[in-house]
Nanobody, 117 residues
């Protein structure tokens, strides 16, 4: 009964920003580390950001470091991805899930981010 629902995506020009929320249910959210993943057409899914259960420790893929910020609101069972200085290569479907060192939950709803040049 785990459900992960990403939203907030859209079309944005290069250099623009988006903030993506992902709501989680069916798990003890506050005890669970979370991550954002993305998958572009023809490419494998990759983890772009990870956050610890309490929100203290974060990690980022080199490709997004300095531009993206992951955060969470445990009271709302929501993890966020703030994306700044977007590049066309950021175009992908973005999903949240558990970090890759933990068993993944069933993939839920992703949200399309398209960055135009």
């Amino acid at each position: 009964q785990v459900q992960l629902v990403g939203s907030g995506g859209g079309l944005v020009q290069a250099g623009g920003s988006l903030r993506l929320p992902c709501g989680a249910s069916g798990l003890i959210f506050s005890n669970t580390g979370m991550a954002w993943y993305r998958q572009a057409p023809g490419k494998q899914r990759e983890s772009v950001a990870t956050i610890s259960n309490g929100g203290i420790v974060t990690m980022y893929a080199d490709s997004v470091k300095g531009r993206f910020t992951i955060s969470r609101d445990n009271a709302k069972n929501t993890v966020y991805l703030q994306m700044n200085s977007l590049k066309p290569e950021d175009t992908a479907v973005y999903y949240c899930n558990t970090p890759s060192h933990l068993p993944l939950l069933p993939w839920g709803q992703g949200t399309q981010v398209t960055v135009s040049s």
